[in-house]
């Protein structure tokens, strides 16, 4: 990292310059930790229903997500109005794939940015100290000759935009500063060596930012695609209707101003505000997501109307776990570092300056830190109530869950319909897995998703931090909603 970027960071983050932690923020964390103990307390105390009052918190809570999100996406049913014509100045955009071992994957990566219908002015690789082929596949393929560490290379003569940064592996967030400082656009795309971009995708991105001045970042819609023979199948299938969910959500957090999440592998910012703010901190798990809040916490106290954004129309496909122990440490790491930048950046728990942001958005993640522990103690509360032949809790808890899965599969549902709308594709999901998928998840894949955040746990309390490897069993290919005839799940 530069000098600048790094006097910059030190200025604007709070992991390096640590406010005091309000007395708002320590009630609302502390509050959620004593609410599990005083509700799990119930099943030593109780022998009627409330004994699982865990789960019943649990069930609750869910619910109550699910309601916002189906109230802030309604409008997605409506056809929007025809925007009045306007020319809005055309920004300038450039693409850092930060890459590291990603040989196997790198040409077809290219090969979609090539085929974009509006493509990007630069495209840099920032190579990560790879130890495969990578500087091999990119002089075969596009021309490009090694240039010394730290420095661009020249333009390939296959396509004219693409350039090679090579740097000692130091992680992902040390290459993308590095680029983002030797790039010259306004815009700044970041896209994993293993995603795949819709051909209007960078057109998308690129209008939104030309349209919208105070627009600092946005992510782009994906879909998972497992290349597991077998297992990953199965874990396509559930995270499919996942990644849908996941995405309507963060629309709805969109509309009240408290969208925080952008996935880094495919996400678009403003390149003066990521470097005002000390550009993505390599001490972070998700230093994608710590740099939303980051440039929300600047934005308020410098008094900008810094947004952020997630467009329907920027569509891209990324290569996902396709094993059980995969997905489990790309869950370990996620949620590690949510809990990372949950503890920063505390002093904005609660804080009315942040509007939504702060009174509703991070006060649900501070009840989200200890979601997976209220959902895994619940379930082995039941199996407890099983073996131990407590049936006549375990009855009226039935219809709980009962009553549960059919809220699920309604939203289930609700969601493929107006993913469809949203980013126009009617094909892109199909409604009987999502109900198969409704039905099976409750007691399977959101088990998994709950361990492997619980295992986040041990990475934030030992302070581990390493850009995992994925390991692919075929490279990554276009899938159907790029108009391949496979199934997406």
Request: proline content about 6%; some cysteine; glycine content about 10%.
């Given at each position: 990292?530069?000098?600048?970027?790094?006097?910059?960071?030190?200025?604007?983050?709070?992991?390096?310059?640590?406010?005091?932690?309000?007395?708002?923020?320590?009630?609302?964390?502390?509050?959620?930790?004593?609410?599990?103990?005083?509700?799990?307390?119930?099943?030593?105390?109780?022998?009627?229903?409330?004994?699982?009052?865990?789960?019943?918190?649990?069930?609750?809570?869910?619910?109550?997500?699910?309601?916002?999100?189906?109230?802030?996406?309604?409008?997605?049913?409506?056809?929007?109005?025809?925007?009045?014509?306007?020319?809005?100045?055309?920004?300038?955009?450039?693409?850092?794939?930060?890459?590291?071992n990603e040989a196997a994957v790198l040409?077809?990566?290219?090969?979609?940015?090539?085929?974009?219908?509006?493509?990007?002015?630069?495209?840099?690789?920032?190579?990560?100290?790879?130890?495969?082929?990578?500087?091999?596949?990119?002089?075969?393929?596009?021309?490009?000759?090694?240039?010394?560490?730290?420095?661009?290379?020249?333009?390939?003569?296959?396509?004219?935009?693409?350039?090679?940064?090579?740097?000692?592996?130091?992680?992902?967030?040390?290459?993308?500063?590095?680029?983002?400082?030797?790039?010259d656009t306004e815009i700044v795309l970041?896209?994993?060596?293993?995603?795949?971009?819709?051909?209007?995708?960078?057109?998308?991105?690129?209008?939104?930012?030309?349209?919208?001045?105070?627009?600092?970042?946005?992510?782009?819609?994906?879909?998972?695609?497992?290349?597991?023979?077998?297992?990953?199948?199965?874990?396509?299938?559930?995270?499919?209707?996942?990644?849908?969910?996941?995405?309507?959500?963060?629309?709805?957090?969109?509309?009240?101003?408290?969208?925080?999440?952008?996935?880094?592998?495919?996400?678009?910012?403003?390149?003066?505000?990521?470097?005002?703010?000390?550009?993505?901190?390599?001490?972070?798990?998700?230093?994608?997501?710590?740099?939303?809040?980051?440039?929300?916490?600047?934005?308020?106290?410098?008094?900008?109307?810094?947004?952020?954004?997630?467009?329907?129309?920027?569509?891209?496909?990324?290569?996902?776990?396709?094993?059980?122990?995969?997905?489990?440490?790309?869950?370990?790491?996620?949620?590690?570092?949510?809990?990372?930048?949950?503890?920063?950046?505390?002093?904005?728990?609660?804080?009315?300056?942040?509007?939504?942001?702060?009174?509703?958005?991070?006060?649900?993640?501070?009840?989200?830190?200890?979601?997976?522990?209220?959902?895994?103690?619940?379930?082995?509360?039941?199996?407890?109530?099983?073996?131990?032949?407590?049936?006549?809790v375990l009855l009226p808890i039935s219809?709980?869950?009962?009553?549960?899965?059919?809220?699920?599969?309604?939203?289930?549902?609700?969601?493929?319909?107006?993913?469809?709308?949203?980013?126009?594709?009617?094909?892109?999901?199909?409604?009987?897995?999502?109900?198969?998928?409704?039905?099976?998840?409750?007691?399977?894949?959101?088990?998994?998703?709950?361990?492997?955040?619980?295992?986040?746990?041990?990475?934030?309390?030992?302070?581990?931090?390493?850009?995992?490897?994925?390991?692919?069993?075929?490279?990554?290919?276009?899938?159907?909603?790029?108009?391949?005839?496979?199934?997406?799940?």
């Amino acid at each position: 990292m530069t000098s600048t970027l790094a006097q910059a960071l030190r200025a604007a983050s709070p992991r390096l310059t640590p406010p005091p932690t309000p007395l708002r923020s320590a009630l609302i964390h502390g509050g959620v930790l004593a609410l599990w103990l005083a509700l799990f307390a119930q099943a030593f105390l109780r022998s009627d229903v409330f004994a699982w009052s865990t789960g019943m918190a649990y069930v609750l809570y869910d619910t109550a997500l699910i309601g916002f999100v189906a109230v802030q996406t309604v409008r997605l049913l409506r056809v929007p109005a025809p925007a009045a014509a306007t020319t809005p100045t055309r920004r300038t955009l450039g693409v850092i794939v930060a890459a590291y071992n990603e040989a196997a994957v790198l040409e077809v990566t290219l090969a979609a940015l090539a085929a974009q219908k509006d493509p990007p002015d630069r495209i840099v690789i920032a190579d990560d100290g790879s130890t495969d082929n990578t500087a091999a596949v990119l002089e075969r393929r596009y021309g490009l000759s090694a240039p010394e560490l730290g420095q661009l290379s020249a333009p390939g003569a296959a396509l004219p935009a693409l350039c090679l940064l090579r740097l000692p592996h130091g992680g992902k967030a040390r290459a993308l500063n590095e680029a983002v400082s030797l790039i010259d656009t306004e815009i700044v795309l970041t896209v994993d060596g293993d995603t795949l971009l819709h051909p209007d995708a960078i057109g998308a991105m690129r209008n939104a930012f030309s349209a919208e001045p105070e627009l600092v970042a946005a992510t782009g819609v994906l879909t998972p695609v497992c290349s597991h023979p077998r297992v990953g199948r199965i874990l396509q299938w559930f995270q499919t209707y996942e990644y849908i969910r996941n995405f309507l959500s963060r629309y709805a957090w969109m509309q009240v101003q408290g969208l925080l999440l952008i996935s880094g592998a495919f996400a678009g910012f403003r390149r003066d505000a990521v470097l005002t703010v000390g550009g993505f901190d390599p001490d972070c798990l998700v230093e994608d997501y710590e740099l939303i809040h980051r440039l929300r916490r600047y934005g308020v106290r410098h008094g900008l109307e810094w947004r952020t954004r997630v467009l329907g129309s920027a569509r891209a496909q990324t290569d996902a776990p396709s094993t059980v122990p995969a997905f489990l440490r790309q869950r370990r790491r996620w949620f590690g570092g949510f809990l990372q930048t949950q503890y920063w950046y505390r002093d904005m728990v609660g804080d009315p300056r942040y509007g939504a942001l702060g009174t509703l958005m991070l006060p649900v993640k501070a009840v989200d830190t200890l979601q997976p522990i209220y959902g895994l103690s619940a379930f082995f509360l039941l199996l407890y109530y099983l073996g131990t032949g407590r049936f006549g809790v375990l009855l009226p808890i039935s219809g709980i869950i009962g009553g549960k899965i059919l809220i699920d599969l309604a939203f289930h549902l609700w969601s493929v319909e107006l993913y469809r709308r949203w980013i126009g594709d009617r094909t892109s999901a199909r409604l009987g897995p999502a109900i198969l998928a409704a039905l099976a998840e409750p007691f399977s894949f959101q088990l998994l998703r709950h361990l492997g955040a619980s295992w986040g746990w041990v990475v934030f309390l030992t302070g581990r931090r390493h850009w995992g490897v994925q390991r692919r069993f075929v490279p990554l290919r276009p899938g159907p909603s790029f108009g391949d005839s496979g199934d997406a799940g």
